[in-house]
């Protein structure tokens, strides 16, 4: 359920902005009585609204579906990539197929940049670090011709 939203997030930041829009749908109901309609307009994107539409159709208890799948995104793993640069839409939809493709479908990009890294990238998952940027290749390259 709802995988089709899940397969269209790709960073950390797209997740939270997902969860803060299911937060205020589930508040909703706490609201006056026509206060989800209200919010799944003018609060929540159009893409994920009508996503969360055609999912709602097909259960008896909306609110506990929204809540269930609000829980199952506190599930999804994180990969932290460092990069030099602000990476495109692009570059994002290009790592994130990767990531996808060759090491879980349902890895979610933690992305920052540092010019420290100067190229390549610096990756964290599960406790690992590897570091695969340019900056540690000039270092060791520089310290072999040092040596």
Not at 25 to 42: Q, R
Not at 90 to 101: H, K, N, Q, T
Not at 118 to 135: H, N, P, R, T
């Amino acid at each position: 359920m709802y995988q089709q939203i899940i397969s269209k997030i790709r960073t950390k930041d797209e997740l939270d902005k997902l969860i803060d829009e299911l937060d205020s749908l589930l508040n909703s109901f706490y609201e006056k009585e026509d206060h989800f309609n209200e919010v799944i307009k003018s609060y929540v994107r159009s893409w994920v609204a009508q996503e969360i539409q055609d999912e709602l159709k097909t259960v008896d208890d909306k609110k506990k579906s929204l809540n269930d799948f609000r829980e199952s995104l506190s599930t999804l793993r994180l990969i932290k990539l460092t990069l030099a640069y602000e990476p495109s839409d692009e570059d994002l939809d290009l790592i994130a197929s990767w990531v996808r493709e060759n090491i879980l479908p349902s890895l979610i990009l933690d992305i920052s940049t540092s010019n420290s890294v100067l190229g390549g990238v610096v990756v964290e998952y599960e406790g690992k670090y590897f570091d695969l940027s340019l900056a540690k290749a000039i270092s060791q390259g520089l310290k072999r011709v040092a040596a």
